[in-house]
């Protein structure tokens, strides 16, 4: 450790203790070590520091002022470099030969060696977008491609490079369409005006989908209902597979809650393991009948669990109960929050979100092995090196 000599202190009052505080000094104690062996070394030191800072300082004055006799003669005598290798040799090449082509290659250099990355790790992510204008065999109308909506769901097929989208609500009714849009081939298809017709979910938003890409095949659980239309039968939860090779839709369960799965939620989360052939589905609210029961708690949001769902036996299991609790292996549910699964870790790894009134922020992976919690990042440390991402959320009114 280096240490500094100062000969002066000063004291800047920035707070008040009380409303009449006096901001006079009363007493003041310092600290520190006399012993000629640590003290001399520090001396030493600084006098040196401040040698190589004003030797430099009359480098970067004579190169500027292009004073090259100077600035060679007292870089010789001193053996104290101005900066940088490349950094000399990058204004050799700009400012005194005019190479842009050889400053173009000396910056891929740095690049290439990773000069840059300490630097840009410390940059915040900005978002590019493009907008895509999909083909049309139709002209512009309703008919070649899904209208304006929001609360749908997409889903993308990596292998056939091929995006489905179901639902949604159009600002006056949800949406039972269902579309595929091709990315090689930059065009929609409609494969289905109303899936409801065609044994498939009736019109809904705010429910999640999942893709198997080895089976081909998409499931799709929850939906919100308003207030004013929920009731015993209405808010059961339904639960949909649609086969992509057939194009046929299956109704797997006429209610998850009867058969020990989540009940019906809306803005949960879903993924899919496709090796294991499970769905995982945490969080998202749970609809209630409202005024259906006289106790103060009915009007407190409920949150749903961490569930698994075996495809092939059609069972589902709790994992992790809703807890309330922030323990470091508690699960707290919530809503509007990012879920993905890690196929090669066998993790759910979770982000954010909002629990009632409280906006979340933390990182935390769920192995599904071992039913262990690991706690990334609880959202309440900044790192000073790296920023955090927001707060993700979605905001509902009922």
Request: glycine letters at 8%.
């Amino acid at each position: 450790m280096a240490y500094v000599q100062h000969k002066l202190l000063m004291w800047l009052p920035l707070l008040s203790w009380g409303p009449s505080f006096n901001f006079s000094i009363w007493y003041v104690e310092l600290n520190g070590i006399d012993d000629p062996d640590v003290v001399q070394p520090c001396l030493n030191w600084y006098s040196k520091y401040r040698e190589q800072e004003a030797i430099r300082l009359c480098l970067k004055h004579f190169r500027q002022h292009n004073y090259t006799e100077a600035f060679e003669s007292l870089q010789k005598k001193t053996k104290i470099a101005l900066e940088h290798p490349m950094l000399t040799d990058l204004h050799e090449k700009l400012v005194l030969k005019g190479d842009f082509n050889a400053c173009e290659e000396l910056i891929e250099k740095a690049v290439n060696d990773g000069l840059f990355n300490q630097y840009i790790s410390q940059q915040e992510y900005k978002p590019r977008w493009g907008q895509i204008i999909p083909k049309s065999t139709k002209g512009d109308g309703e008919d070649s491609r899904p209208g304006m909506r929001g609360g749908h769901q997409m889903v993308i097929d990596v292998q056939t490079e091929t995006v489905y989208l179901f639902g949604g609500w159009d600002g006056t009714q949800d949406l039972a369409d269902f579309w595929a849009y091709s990315v090689k081939e930059n065009q929609w298809t409609c494969i289905s005006r109303d899936t409801e017709k065609e044994n498939g979910p009736t019109a809904r938003s705010c429910h999640k989908m999942c893709i198997d890409i080895q089976r081909r095949q998409i499931y799709t659980l929850g939906r919100y209902l308003d207030s004013s239309v929920r009731n015993s039968k209405s808010l059961k939860s339904d639960f949909y597979r649609y086969d992509i090779d057939t194009n046929t839709w299956m109704l797997l369960s006429e209610d998850t809650a009867a058969d020990g799965g989540p009940k019906l939620v809306f803005d949960h989360q879903m993924c899919m393991d496709s090796e294991k052939h499970m769905i995982y589905t945490f969080g998202g609210r749970i609809l209630t009948c409202n005024g259906s029961v006289d106790d103060s708690r009915a009007s407190e949001p409920q949150f749903s669990g961490l569930f698994a769902f075996d495809c092939q036996c059609r069972l589902w299991k709790l994992l992790r109960e809703d807890s309330c609790n922030a323990g470091p292996e508690d699960v707290q549910s919530r809503i509007g929050h990012c879920m993905l699964f890690h196929s090669k870790n066998r993790c759910l790894y979770m982000f954010g979100g909002q629990r009632s009134k409280t906006y979340l922020n933390d990182f935390f992976s769920y192995d599904v092995d071992s039913d262990h919690v690991d706690i990334i990042s609880d959202g309440t440390k900044k790192d000073s090196g790296m920023g955090e991402a927001g707060i993700g959320f979605t905001s509902w009114c009922d």
